[in-house]
Nanobody
Framework: QVQLVESGGGLVQPGGSLRLSCAAS????????MGWHRQAPGKQRELVAS???????GYADSVKGRFTISTDNAKNTVLLQMNSLKPEDTAIYYC??????????WGQGTQVTVSS
């Protein structure tokens, strides 16, 4: 089974930046698409950003212009650079990799808290 391990979460002030990393136990080229999802208390998990094997990225409207998803294939890693963070970005962020529609793999999540 594939393992995805997130890191980089923490506490940051509004307007600050964080970079999340998702390390995969296999080459990320094996995934059709990888992405970052987040879930705030009392809310549904939502897709934040995704990137296809070909490098096409997509973002939720709420993070466009502030977040950037990228890959580092040599390190089997997917990154999420988060800038201009807002309190509403506070959530647990999860990495997901999809090999097929019936084979999604999730990381354990990393907490991001944006507060002054």
């Amino acid at each position: 089974q594939v393992q995805l391990v997130e890191s980089g979460g923490g506490l940051v002030q509004p307007g600050g930046s964080l970079r999340l990393s998702c390390a995969a136990s296999r080459s990320i080229s094996n995934f059709v698409v990888m992405g970052w999802h987040r879930q705030a208390p009392g809310k549904q998990r939502e897709l934040v950003a995704s990137i296809t094997r070909s490098g096409t990225a997509g973002y939720a409207d709420s993070v466009k212009g502030r977040f950037t998803i990228s890959t580092d294939n040599a390190k089997n890693t997917v990154l999420l650079q988060m800038n201009s963070l807002k309190p509403e970005d506070t959530a647990i962020y999860y990495c997901k990799g999809r090999m097929t529609p019936l084979n999604d793999y999730w990381g354990q999540g990393t907490q991001v808290t944006v507060s002054s």
